[in-house]
């Protein structure tokens, strides 16, 4: 059977809203509204900030409610600035004491956000969050046992550029020298402009490029092309620069930096083309962000990834961004600041640190025996020979390292639902410094859920005490017998 109702028949002012008009309070937001504590996160978002000089800034639970709707929504700045402009929930969740259908602030502020929140801010949200869970702000000097579990583990969060080959990066920079010669041919008196060959140039690249598989020699031609053409107007650029002969650079800084970047990129792949290699130290994979570097991981999907390289410490689901760096480094020389920034967090050592193969150094083996910390993972050397007095010892050696190798899966978990959910393999951000604050605040929005849930489980284990405490008395009893427990799940 069919039933339809004309949409015309609809109309804004026979809209009707639930809740009398009200926000109701078992709203997701309003819950989270509840548990952040909103004050305390402001103090160390306004350290950095001066009291005295620059403009009145917008009011700290705005911008860090926008930062938290936006990561666990996934959206972008203007995308979210739309959802708090219509939704009141968000508004509410933000700070605004009645809905306003005005948008809280212009997009491009989130630029100026994640400019200004470096580490030191997002290290005392961690403190905030520790000290609200009820385990930070611990003061003991000297440990007297240790305690927890400390899973430590390295990832890449790969920024949202284009898979970069050669060929394209020069044809790229090549583009953008030709943009230079005409800004710059603009402002001079020449008469007659440098030639750049641009549209035999384009018709060149293309050829090799719709081409599905080249042969070496086709692309070593190419490549010889490209940098021919680009070294062509490199000299052509230079030229224009000192007949201007002005001191500063003639045109808008975006322009002046996308030429020194070009004139560093085509050093390199003259560099790699004529040595015939395939590396080179620092090298740049994308003109608009130079600072991504290739991190070789060696993984089944894929082998190279382009982004920044995060060393995590995790305990209890609470996961920390110990390291950050653009460039690839051995993770393993970051353990003992990992179990120190343990140590400072927590106020004692971990019992046991979790970790891949790759950690387990002689230098890091002797550091945590020194401290009294185990190592989870397989002894160095080689494995001693099986006879009938020892069998028992290594059968419990080996369980204990199989137990181990499970009790470390939730840190990959962890980066699971950091690429899958907030989308930690797709940082959007431009900036060396913004991407880094994007990073560090999917972990935030992670911390706070786990806050979330170790209150919620506090709230529920306070409501069945209460109710234990209820069925001892007598007039509770014959209720509890007639319910059957079925009014028990209501309250959780």
Aim: some cysteine.
């Amino acid at each position: 059977m069919i039933r339809y109702r004309s949409s015309k028949q609809l109309t804004l002012d026979g809209f009707t809203l639930p809740f009398g008009g009200k926000l109701n309070p078992d709203n997701r937001w309003v819950k989270w509204s509840e548990i952040i504590p909103w004050d305390d996160l402001a103090v160390g978002y306004y350290k950095p900030m001066s009291d005295r000089y620059g403009r009145p800034s917008k009011d700290a639970r705005i911008v860090i409610g926008a930062i938290i709707i936006k990561h666990k929504l996934t959206l972008s700045d203007e995308e979210t600035v739309l959802q708090i402009q219509e939704n009141p929930y968000l508004q509410y969740f933000i700070g605004f004491s009645s809905y306003k259908d005005e948008p809280p602030f212009a997009p491009s502020l989130f630029v100026d956000i994640r400019k200004r929140m470096g580490q030191e801010v997002f290290s005392s949200f961690e403190q905030v969050i520790l000290e609200k869970i009820g385990i930070g702000g611990k003061t003991s000097i000297k440990p007297v046992v240790n305690k927890g579990k400390l899973l430590v583990d390295a990832t890449v969060a790969e920024q949202a550029i284009r898979y970069p080959t050669d060929l394209n990066l020069l044809n790229e920079a090549r583009e953008i020298s030709e943009q230079l010669i005409d800004e710059l041919y603009a402002l001079s008196d020449y008469s007659k402009k440098p030639r750049t060959y641009r549209k035999k140039a384009r018709k060149l690249y293309l050829n090799l490029a719709k081409n599905k598989k080249p042969g070496l020699n086709l692309r070593r031609r190419g490549l010889r092309e490209q940098l021919q053409f680009l070294r062509r107007n490199l000299k052509h650029i230079s030229c224009l620069l000192d007949h201007l002969g002005s001191t500063p650079f003639p045109l808008e800084y975006k322009l002046q930096r996308k030429y020194w970047i070009i004139q560093h990129l085509y050093n390199q792949q003259d560099g790699m083309y004529r040595s015939k290699q395939r590396r080179c130290d620092d090298r740049i994979v994308s003109i608009s962000q130079p600072h991504v570097r290739p991190i070789v991981r060696g993984k089944a999907s894929k082998s190279t990834e382009f982004g920044a390289k995060i060393n995590i410490s995790m305990t209890d689901g609470l996961a920390f961004v110990d390291h950050l760096g653009w460039d690839a480094f051995n993770e393993s020389k970051d353990l003992k600041q990992q179990v120190e920034e343990y140590r400072r967090r927590y106020g004692y050592y971990p019992e046991v640190v979790l970790a891949d193969q790759l950690y387990g150094t002689q230098d890091n083996r002797r550091y945590l025996k020194e401290n009294g910390i185990r190592f989870g993972g397989k002894a160095l050397g080689r494995p001693p020979k099986q006879t009938i007095e020892n069998r028992d010892r290594l059968k419990q050696i080996k369980s204990q390292r199989m137990q181990d190798s499970r009790e470390r899966i939730p840190i990959e978990g962890k980066f699971g639902q950091g690429k899958n959910g907030y989308r930690l393999n797709y940082i959007r951000a431009r900036l060396q410094k913004t991407s880094e604050a994007w990073i560090n605040s999917i972990f935030l929005v992670m911390n706070l859920k786990v806050l979330w849930e170790n209150l919620d489980k506090k709230i529920k284990k306070t409501l069945f005490s209460e109710w234990c405490l209820l069925i001892k008395h007598d007039w509770a009893r014959p209720l509890w017998k007639l319910n059957h427990f079925c009014w028990l799940p209501s309250i959780f």
